[in-house]
T-cell receptor, first 115, second 113 residues
Framework: DADVTQTPRNRITKTGKRIMLECSQTKGHDRMYWYRQDPGLGLRLIYYSFDVKDINKGEISDGYSVSRQAQAKFSLSLESAIPNQTALYFC????FGAGEGETQYFGPGTRLLVL | KQEVTQIPAALSVPEGENLVLNCSFTDSAIYNLQWFRQDPGKGLTSLLLIQSSQREQTSGRLNASLDKSSGRSTLYIAASQPGDSATYLCAARRGGGYNKLIFGAGTRLAVHP
C-alpha cells in the first residue's frame, strides 16, 4: 500500500462549489504539506502543518483552507472553487526526526478541473 | 525571496548518452538542495539531497553537485536509459527549522531507444 494517499485522484467541479481534497499517510510523520502545480511552474506551497495543533499558511493560501484531523490526515478545502484553481494538487509528509536528511514524501496527486 | 530556475525546460536524448540538468537559485543561504523525479500519476520521488556543507551526492548512475557561491546545482545522469524519462525537479530548502521547499519548474527528459 502507498504510504501517502490522496482522494480523489481526479475531480471536475463547477465554479462556486465547495470541494475537499483528502490526504492520509501511514509513515507516522508529524509534518504534512499541500502544494499545487501549474504547467510551466514549480510546486507552490499552499499550507503546511507541523503537528495537529500547528497550521501555517504557505505562499498561496488565499481561497484555500485546511484541517489537520489527526496526525495521519490533512485535508485541503476550496470554499468556493474558481477556474484558476484548476491545477494538480500534491500532499506531502516529512519527518522532523530525520534531521539534516529530512526530505518530503509525496502522494500521487489530485488533478482538479474547475469549470 | 528565493527563486529557483531550471534549464533546459525539456530535453530529448538517445539512449546511452550522459547528460546534465541544471538548477540555479538566487539566495545562497540554503539549508540543502534536493532533486526529485516526477512520473505521471505517481507524484514526486526524492533522488538526492545535498546538505549545505556538502559538494556532491551520488546514487547509482546519478550524481548531484552543489556550488552555493555561484548558486548552482547540477544533476548528472550517466548512460541514460528510456526508464529515466520523467520530469526532474530541484528544490532549495531555506531554513533548518521549517522544511519549506522552493521548487524549480522542472526539466522534462525523454530518452528514446
Amino acid at each position: 500500500d502507498a504510504d501517502v494517499t490522496q482522494t480523489p485522484r481526479n475531480r471536475i467541479t463547477k465554479t462556486g462549489k465547495r470541494i475537499m481534497l483528502e490526504c492520509s499517510q501511514t509513515k507516522g510523520h508529524d509534518r504534512m504539506y499541500w502544494y499545487r502545480q501549474d504547467p510551466g511552474l514549480g510546486l507552490r506551497l499552499i499550507y503546511y502543518s507541523f503537528d495537529v495543533k500547528d497550521i501555517n499558511k504557505g505562499e498561496i493560501s488565499d481561497g484555500y483552507s485546511v484541517s489537520r484531523q489527526a496526525q495521519a490526515k490533512f485535508s485541503l478545502s476550496l470554499e468556493s472553487a474558481i477556474p484558476n484553481q484548476t491545477a494538480l494538487y500534491f500532499c506531502a509528509t516529512s519527518d522532523f526526526g530525520a534531521g539534516e536528511g529530512e526530505t518530503q514524501y509525496f502522494g500521487p496527486g489530485t488533478r482538479l478541473l474547475v469549470l | 525571496k528565493q527563486e529557483v530556475t531550471q534549464i533546459p525546460a525539456a530535453l530529448s536524448v538517445p539512449e546511452g548518452e550522459n547528460l546534465v540538468l541544471n538548477c540555479s537559485f538566487t539566495d545562497s543561504a540554503i539549508y540543502n538542495l534536493q532533486w526529485f523525479r516526477q512520473d505521471p500519476g505517481k507524484g514526486l520521488t526524492s533522488l538526492l539531497l545535498i546538505q549545505s556543507s556538502q559538494r556532491e551526492q551520488t546514487s547509482g548512475r546519478l550524481n548531484a553537485s552543489l556550488d552555493k557561491s555561484s548558486g548552482r546545482s547540477t544533476l548528472y545522469i550517466a548512460a541514460s536509459q528510456p526508464g529515466d524519462s520523467a520530469t526532474y525537479l530541484c528544490a532549495a530548502r531555506r531554513g533548518g527549522g521549517y522544511n519549506k521547499l522552493i521548487f524549480g519548474a522542472g526539466t522534462r527528459l525523454a530518452v528514446h531507444p
